[in-house]
């Protein structure tokens, strides 16, 4: 299996909106949870979202809950994480993974496949 690749980043202003998108053309055969990490300069990467590739169900962060929301298109084997409100807080590299299961889980252990990342900067 191919890793994700993660587009969509880049600089934005406090109160704007972004759009990343993750391709996981990998998956084909098999249709698991997938999920957005981010990590900060100097910080532990963290739970930003989940959900199942062949379900409705979606798990959020409470940091972002209400302002982000993740969505699927098994179509084209992509996974988006649409980003409003934006705060500086924000600030971080996005990381997209596919998990190990169709669990919708939060912790970095419980997925395989990592992106290696974009870039999200929120100015004040």
């Known amino acids: 299996q191919v890793q994700p690749v993660e587009s969509g980043g880049g600089l934005v202003q406090a109160g704007g909106s972004l759009r990343l998108s993750c391709a996981a053309s990998g998956r084909t055969s098999s249709s698991y949870a997938m999920g957005w990490f981010r990590q900060a300069p100097g910080k532990e990467r963290e739970f930003v979202a989940a959900?199942?590739?062949?379900?409705?169900?979606?798990n959020y962060a409470a940091s972002v809950n209400g302002r982000f929301t993740i969505s699927r298109d098994n179509a084209k084997n992509t996974v988006t994480l649409q980003m409003n409100s934006l705060k500086p807080e924000d600030t971080a590299v996005y990381y997209c993974a596919t998990a190990r299961g169709f669990y919708i889980g939060s912790r970095i252990s419980e997925y395989n496949y990592w992106g290696q990342g974009t870039q999200v900067t929120v100015s004040s």
């Open positions: 959900i199942t590739w062949s379900g409705s169900s979606t």
